[in-house]
């Protein structure tokens, strides 16, 4: 034992000098090419004294990364995440300053500007030589990813030999778009899942009507999405909107959720919740939009994950270069796009690649990291949300070669993933899911000239303004880049709209769902209410070619679903046999209709927009070339991929319907790995 003991400090000790070695060179090289950068006197050294002033500037820049870059990080906290980004190469830079400051030899110069130069530079350097040589070692590749781990929760006792789980959401990732990445090498982690010789099984699921993040993971973690008619909509005995990538909305309904269900939810014994919209009751969150607005306390870690990631100052450098490289793909895929008039097209400009990179790089590697901490610090129950190709598939479109490239560096951290599973101090079963599909398709105001809230204005005579507000995207990355910048998530002045005599009518958009409400009248209109006020709304908004079915109240039928030409069948005469209106939509359109008819914040007037079952395309009300929200092709159809000796999720002639069932197939595997989960005490229901 003590030989062995001995072995790896020896084998650490090369590994350290072989990187100060490499750090050396690379400074003396970069000595030699950049102009303000001086390692000699002006008259000139000897090839050794250059050498020793080389050696001793890395040595020190070295130490003093790792002495002193993760106070500074710590510290740095204070401030947003994004600005923390930017002043990576400074810090870098003004450490190397220092190191050449206490050289004995004097020697050391160099310009500000050029010593972040130098620094990036030798921070990569040094990681790549780290990583190469660590690669051959399991015992060195276990320390390296160690230091990723979350140390607070300090010693404890021995790690159960019971399963833990990892749930990975791979945002807006459909069914067959997976298929198609793995059956093309776009992703060989999970052809190799779903190979010759298959670990895993991969199982579709039907989402709600509102297919978005906002229902699907609230109905994933905590066991209930009721009353989540959208992505945003509007509460009428609350004067508010709400919306699901809000963090005061997210909050209300991860309350609302519990207090429904009794639970404290999916990861309530000993989970982790990383970068997701809810907590699903973890003790451990980092990125979790829904504690984005407390302040930071013991009961607010959301920000806790920068940390974990940003203080080894070579994951800063390599993210912040990533970071740079993603901002210049888009801008240079845009210019393509626009070259070769690719259509249909968005406007991809203004902050939009900035938002594309955070999405893609520091949000991925982030919690993709704290993912690797979470393993080797052997919790049970893990769950995190990546939604880069969710970013870029709206913009870019589902199956663009833009979203495919994102889709390989998803694979990418899968097998990373899998890899330190093997090295964790228990064993893990690595289930990967998605949250919705996306469904391609140009926007409604591209095809139509005006958008759904003019086609509104139009159908209640009142007058239509020539240049209309564009609707806000309601993809979930810029609500992380809000949340890290402390900004918050807004939408503008439509957070609280007070009810007034003759208001006029307010339209939300999710994907291809569009939501219409009269904020004066405190109660969800009829259509008999409806027609009273505005005759030709109902008709005008049913007839138009761009809208597939309506849904209102009827004070004579209850819920009814409206079709073009006076077309008007009540939701329970509805099925898969019968479906009306719904034909095109597919089985278990009627429903999911039918279900959010019973919520109790159902819009007056729900919209669904046109879709073409041949071509899978939707309109979307938003600026978004794939989209999701509604009814209507692949948005619906999400997948979940899951390890043979779980059981199987539904029996061979069942579907999996609904995120609530996806819950409670969750917990089931939970509870097969020995890992149960409770219900919320009461005391602590109560505090909720």
């Not at 990576?88 to 020697?107: K, T």
């Not at 030589?129 to 070692?137: Q, S």
């Not at 990533?322 to 203004?350: C, D, K, L, Y």
């Amino acid at each position: 034992m003590r030989g062995v003991r001995w072995r790896r400090i020896a084998s650490q000790i090369g590994r350290s000098v072989t990187v100060w070695a490499a750090s050396t060179v690379t400074m003396l090289l970069l000595a030699g090419i950049l102009p303000d950068f001086r390692i000699q006197s002006p008259d000139g050294d000897s090839a050794t004294r250059i050498a020793v002033t080389a050696a001793f500037g890395a040595g020190a820049f070295g130490l003093l990364s790792a002495l002193v870059w993760p106070l500074l990080v710590r510290l740095l906290l204070l401030v947003p995440a994004l600005v923390l980004g930017l002043l990576v190469f400074v810090l870098n830079g003004s450490l190397l300053l220092i190191a050449l400051r206490i050289n004995p030899s004097g020697r050391g110069e160099v310009a500000p500007e050029t010593a972040v130069v130098v620094a990036a530079v030798m921070s990569a350097v040094a990681s790549a030589t780290g990583a190469a040589l660590a690669v051959r070692d399991d015992d060195a590749y276990r320390r390296r990813l160690y230091r990723l781990a979350d140390r607070r929760r300090g010693a404890g006792p021995a790690r159960p030999t019971t399963y833990g789980t990892v749930f990975l959401q791979l945002d807006g990732v459909g069914h067959d778009i997976l298929l198609a990445a793995a059956a093309k090498g776009l992703m060989p982690t999970v052809a190799g899942w779903l190979g010759d010789r298959p670990t895993h099984r991969l199982t579709p699921w039907r989402t709600d009507w509102s297919s978005q993040t906002g229902a699907s993971q609230l109905g994933i973690l905590h066991g209930s999405n009721h009353d989540v008619p959208a992505f945003r909509w509007y509460e009428k005995e609350r004067g508010e909107i709400m919306v699901c990538n809000r963090p005061t909305s997210a909050a209300e309904l991860q309350h609302r959720a519990v207090r429904r269900t009794g639970q404290g939810g999916l990861l309530a014994v000993d989970g982790a919740s990383r970068g997701n919209l809810f907590s699903g009751g973890a003790e451990e969150q980092a990125l979790v939009l829904s504690i984005a607005t407390l302040r930071r306390g013991p009961e607010n870690r959301s920000r806790s994950g920068y940390f974990a990631y940003f203080s080894d100052p070579a994951n800063a450098v390599r993210t912040v270069m990533s970071f740079v490289a993603e901002v210049g793909r888009e801008m240079g895929q845009s210019t393509r796009g626009r070259i070769e008039r690719n259509r249909p097209r968005v406007a991809r400009a203004g902050l939009y690649p900035f938002v594309r990179a955070f999405a893609t790089v520091v949000e991925r590697d982030v919690v993709v990291a704290a993912v690797m901490g979470d393993m080797l610090a052997g919790r049970t129950a893990v769950y995190a949300d990546l939604v880069a190709y969710d970013e870029v598939a709206h913009h870019s479109g589902p199956r663009s070669r833009d979203a495919e490239k994102v889709l390989a560096r998803l694979d990418r951290s899968l097998a990373l993933i899998a890899n330190v599973a093997e090295h964790a101090p228990r064993p893990y079963r690595i289930v990967v899911l998605s949250d919705h599909g996306q469904s391609p398709g140009e926007t409604f105001r591209a095809r139509y000239g005006l958008g759904l809230g003019e086609l509104v204005r139009a159908g209640c005579g009142l007058p239509v303004p020539r240049k209309a507000r564009r609707t806000h995207s309601g993809a979930e990355a810029r609500a992380a880049v809000r949340a890290a910048l402390r900004r918050p998530v807004e939408e503008g002045r439509a957070h609280h709209r007070p009810a007034h005599p003759h208001s006029e009518p307010l339209v939300l958009a999710s994907g291809n769902l569009g939501l219409i409400s009269f904020p004066d009248v405190p109660h969800r209109m009829s259509r008999e209410e409806i027609d009273a006020r505005h005759p030709a709304l109902l008709t005008t908004l049913a007839n138009h070619p761009g809208v597939g079915f309506l849904l209102v109240r009827s004070e004579e039928h209850g819920g009814l679903v409206l079709g073009a030409h006076g077309v008007a069948v009540p939701v329970g005469e509805l099925d898969d046999e019968h479906p009306g209106p719904l034909a095109d939509f597919g089985p278990g359109a009627a429903d999911a209709v039918r279900r959010t008819h019973s919520f109790p914040h159902t819009a007056d007037i729900m919209v669904n927009s046109w879709y073409d079952p041949a071509e899978g395309e939707v309109l979307a009300f938003e600026e978004q070339i794939g989209s999701h929200g509604g009814l209507g092709g692949a948005q619906a159809k999400p997948f979940l991929l899951s390890p043979l000796d779980c059981s199987a999720p539904v029996g061979e002639t069942e579907e999996l319907i609904g995120a609530e069932q996806v819950h409670h197939v969750l917990r089931r595997w939970l509870d097969e790995a020995n890992g149960p989960q409770v219900p919320l005490p009461a005391e602590e229901e109560r505090a909720a």
